[in-house]
């Protein structure tokens, strides 16, 4: 059964400062792996999403992700935080059958 | 803007009644799957509809059902309902091709957020 681990229930960081939110998988399946965000009162937003080839994927507003087999990693990182990147993240895996999500990170970011 | 929309937005409900949340999928899409978000907790999967037939389901009970229509908008319902229903239930659009699988991008809507008292 696959499952995805979010380290950190909330990280918190300076504007300007590098943004790292860490995600861990298991999947018994080559993995499709997913972020989204989510701000207050609204749906989720896809980010960036792997799936195959290349293991750095870029997503919108200057976030990217790295894909580590050897780690089971799928960590997500923003070399400079903005206040509007204030919300929950999630991080997901896909396999043949369901998506499951991880518990979510909320990050903060202090002026 | 994703194009999934949710209706209502805000619902509460007494302990045992019966509930029915709609989603109206994106233009173009004919997947449709329901997850239940609790709160503090991320989505966890309720079930998918492809070509209105039910297509994978989660570990929920089956007081919770679901239709899917030719338009390809969707139901969820919840039956004989419970304090731990309590929940934004969320409604995801996707386009999958004939034997595709789940991978598929899924677009999600605002969700309904229901209250069970």
């Known amino acids: 059964a696959q499952s995805v681990t979010q380290l950190g229930s909330h990280v918190s960081v300076s504007e300007g400062a590098l943004v790292l939110l860490r995600c861990n998988y298991s999947s018994s399946v080559p993995p499709y792996l997913f972020w989204y965000v989510q701000y207050p009162n609204q749906g989720l937003q896809l980010l960036l999403k792997?799936?195959?080839?290349?293991?750095l994927v870029k997503g919108i507003n200057g976030f990217e992700a790295e894909f580590k087999k050897s780690e089971t990693s799928f960590h997500l990182t923003k070399p400079s935080a903005h206040m509007s990147d204030a919300a929950e993240y999630f991080c997901?895996?896909?396999?043949?059958?369901?998506?499951?999500f991880g518990a979510g990170t909320r990050l903060t970011v202090k002026p | 803007e994703t194009g999934v929309t949710q209706s209502p937005t805000h619902l509460i409900k007494t302990r045992g009644q019966q509930v029915t949340l709609r989603c109206s999928s994106q233009?173009?899409?004919?997947?449709v799957s329901w997850y239940q978000q609790a709160l503090g907790q991320g989505p966890q999967f309720i079930f998918q509809?492809?070509?209105?037939?039910?297509?994978g389901r989660g570990n929920f009970p089956p007081r919770f059902s679901g239709l899917q229509f030719p338009n390809y908008s969707s139901e969820l319902n919840v039956n004989a309902l419970e304090l731990d229903d309590s929940a934004l239930y969320l409604c995801?659009?996707?386009?999958?091709?004939?034997?595709?699988?789940?991978?598929?991008?899924?677009?999600f809507g605002p969700g309904t957020r229901l209250l069970v008292l």
């Open positions: 997901a895996v896909s396999d043949n059958n369901d998506m499951r």
């Open positions: 792997y799936t195959t080839g290349a293991t």
């Open positions: 509809y492809y070509r209105e037939e039910e297509n």
């Open positions: 233009s173009g899409h004919n997947t």
């Open positions: 995801a659009s996707s386009f999958r091709l004939a034997g595709g699988r789940i991978r598929e991008t899924q677009y």
